[in-house]
């Protein structure tokens, strides 16, 4: 998921002349007291845009608060134990004005000063507008400091105002310190206004409400009558609403304005990247996007819908749903093929890795290997339904503990086409609803398999049921809805899986790196050594399975074997790299990191003491998916067996079979190093979760005065004999 500048955001290349206005709520925390390493934080991004050649303007809240503080301290100090027995009077507004804004500015100029910026304070009233004389100096004078790189911190000056109160009166030509933002971005000509909130952005409803979606773009013809605002900051003078109609204001005289959080380390420099933050204001939005669209929320909601149809049909009809899908993946095999072979050419013209290539191509033989996967697991067991333990609790009341689809699945993948099909079978045989993500430089590819998949799906439960996310803009949405989306499973980088770990409150399932190592023993076969080393390297170079460090016990190079081992590589084309033992004794560069993933046609290799050793130094240096132990010495293998802590380990078998075909599964999801819910290759039982069943004849508990617990288990029929007897 690397940051990619957001189309709509474009313009922010282009941007010079920048105001940012940070709100009471961003400038002060609890008590009133200055935030310090919070506005330390903004005037460093000013400092290094100032530097940068960036013309900044900085607007300023935060007197009043400030000052109230300060006056309530003194006047603690200053009091009698009578005095505070009695009722404390409301502190002048404009008084707290005069005394924060010294506060407040020296705060500035000591930040600055550090930073080696310069600073100018410039307090204004409403009534200044009113001259056209004042506009006019204002603006040369602004000018001339940003020309001298001097960022001017603006303020309303509440002290003197004739405002009625700072907080109370919206009459003028500004009436906040918002609305003096937009106003100076249109004076001063600026490219951008940034207003710094307490919150992400403007949200459809009240943030704290988990139904509130953030508006990424707000559209005035569709947005102006679906938001609802919620309670103002605890701090300020108007809050959200007073953001938005400044915001509304500047962005139709020709201002592109962005709400963001000023809470969210790097926001203004991650703006000014075009990134995807905040909610934009901009007078060409109602062009960019249809006032009717289709949400992320409506998306997965949509597929929830689509699972509750596909979990109502039989079996059979599950299951035909499947085969249908296979014959239509076999049926346009030809256009699949073309639209991969674009993709393909277009990453190699882009110079992608190799790697990537690699998983990116659909070989010759593909659609018909993925349509006898699918064939084979619609002719598995039904997976929904099935009852796992039975127990009697009392006379006539009778609990199931039975399997029952996870809901909605979110996968995250990149590259790999065939993952797409894998997933979406999954799915369906188990139930699910599911949301697709793949690669853009998969995006024909994908596109073209997701619809001949959904056109397979009968309109009894909708094309809907999986859904294809095109724009990686909708990720953060998709991340955000966890009373909707019930398992993220991300397949990929390891940077794209910390990511998406770091980005959720769903729980995510996978493996952030696929570390996996051989360990040749020394009673090890020659012959099956090098089969196994060969294969785990070369069968699949990119795969997550593939072996990426060989470990060789010391008596191998003593006997030549270790050297057959390198040479069975070399040939083949492996790049080596070696442990501090292993580089100086084979003579080759010493690898930097063991924790390596090369995706590629290389590999790790080290010398070890013994079974222990190999054991010690994948639990030191492996990611826990998959590791191979080749040896003759049975006592050996059930040691490294036992011990070794990973999601799957093999004796005299190469890693690459750790797969879910290649486990009987049908097919994977993708293969899990967690150790909760599902590990190693995850089919259509990673799936899958339990519901509780009970039958009763009217039983209440009642305190349990009347009710004689049995706790019997029953025989669980097998589910064709169950039907048989109709339950």
Not at 113 to 118: A, I, S
Request: net charge neutral; charged share 25%.
């Amino acid at each position: 998921m690397e940051e990619e500048m957001d189309r709509s955001r474009a313009f922010a290349k282009d941007v010079k002349r920048i105001v940012v206005k940070v709100g009471t709520a961003v400038v002060t925390g609890k008590g009133g007291r200055l935030a310090l390493g919070r506005l330390g934080a903004i005037c460093e991004q000013l400092a290094e845009l100032n530097s940068d050649g960036f013309e900044v303007i900085l607007v300023s809240s935060g007197a009043v608060g400030l000052g109230r503080q300060r006056l309530r301290y003194r006047q603690l100090v200053n009091s009698s134990f009578a005095d505070l027995q009695k009722p404390q009077t409301e502190l002048d507004g404009k008084a707290c004005a005069g005394v924060g804004q010294s506060s407040l500015m020296a705060y500035y100029e000591t930040m600055f000063d550090q930073l080696d910026v310069t600073v100018a304070q410039m307090l204004v009233t409403d009534s200044s507008f009113r001259d056209k004389d004042f506009r006019k100096q204002l603006s040369e004078t602004v000018k001339a400091m940003l020309k001298m790189r001097v960022i001017p911190v603006f303020n309303e000056n509440d002290a003197i105002s004739t405002r009625k109160a700072p907080y109370k009166d919206s009459t003028g030509i500004f009436w906040d310190n918002d609305s003096l933002a937009a106003l100076l971005s249109l004076e001063l000509k600026a490219d951008l206004l940034i207003l710094l909130s307490d919150v992400e952005g403007l949200y459809t409803g009240p943030p704290s409400d988990p139904k509130s979606k953030l508006i990424h773009t707000y559209i005035k013809e569709k947005h102006q009558e679906e938001i609802t605002f919620g309670e103002k900051s605890r701090l300020g003078r108007g809050g959200m609403t007073a953001k938005v109609k400044a915001a509304v204001n500047a962005a139709y005289g020709g201002i592109p304005v962005i709400i963001t959080s000023g809470y969210a380390a790097e926001n203004i420099a991650k703006v000014l990247r075009g990134l995807r933050v905040g909610t934009l204001f901009h007078q060409d939005a109602h062009l960019w996007a249809p006032v009717v669209d289709t949400t992320s929320r409506d998306m997965a909601v949509a597929a929830r819908e689509s699972s509750r149809k596909l979990q109502a049909l039989s079996s059979e009809d599950r299951k035909n749903i499947l085969l249908d899908i296979a014959n239509a993946l076999e049926a346009n095999e030809k256009i699949i093929k073309a639209e991969n072979d674009v993709d393909v050419a277009a990453a190699q013209e882009a110079g992608y890795e190799e790697s990537l290539v690699a998983r990116l191509v659909m070989k010759p033989g593909k659609i018909s290997s993925l349509a006898a996967s699918i064939r084979q697991l619609a002719e598995m067991e039904d997976p929904i339904g099935r009852v796992l333990k039975k127990t009697e609790v009392a006379d006539d009341l009778v609990l199931e503990k039975t399997s029952s689809p996870l809901g909605v699945l979110l996968i995250v993948f990149e590259s790999r086409p065939d993952a797409l099909v894998q997933i979406a079978s999954l799915a369906i045989r188990s139930g699910n609803g599911l949301l697709l993500k793949g690669g853009k430089e998969a995006r024909r590819s994908n596109a073209i398999l997701h619809k001949v998949i959904t056109d397979a799906i009968p309109k009894t439960v909708g094309s809907k049921l999986i859904g294809l996310v095109t724009s990686r803009e909708e990720i953060p949405d998709l991340l955000k809805l966890d009373d909707v989306i019930d398992l993220v499973i991300p397949r990929g980088s390891n940077k794209l899986v910390s990511q998406i770990k770091n980005s959720t409150k769903i729980p995510v399932l996978g493996h952030a790196d696929g570390i996996c190592h051989v360990y040749a023993d020394k009673s090890c076969k020659v012959d099956m050594a090098k089969r196994v080393v060969s294969d785990a390297k070369l069968d699949y170079p990119a795969a997550c399975n593939a072996m990426e460090t060989l470990l060789v016990h010391k008596d191998l190079e003593q006997n030549g074997v270790l050297n057959e081992l390198i040479y069975a590589l070399q040939a083949n084309g492996v790049t080596l790299y070696g442990g501090p033992i292993a580089s100086g004794k084979l003579n080759i560069p010493e690898t930097k990191l063991f924790h390596h993933e090369y995706s590629s046609k290389a590999c790790t290799v080290e010398i070890v003491e013994d079974v222990h050793g190999a054991i010690d130094h994948i639990h030191q240096h492996g990611s826990a998916h998959t590791d191979c132990i080749v040896t003759e010495d049975k006592e050996v293998a059930e040691i490294f067996l036992r011990q070794v802590d990973s999601a799957a380990v093999f004796h005299n078998a190469s890693t690459r079979f750790c797969d879910g075909f290649r486990f009987g599964l049908g097919a994977e999801v993708g293969i899990s190093t967690s150790r909760i819910h599902a590990r190693g290759p995850v089919g259509v039982e990673g799936l899958l979760t339990t519901r509780w069943i009970m039958r009763g004849k009217g039983q209440v508990v009642d305190g349990d005065n009347e009710v004689a617990y049995t706790h019997k288990d029953l025989p669980v029929l097998e589910r064709t004999k169950a039907v048989e007897n109709g339950h």
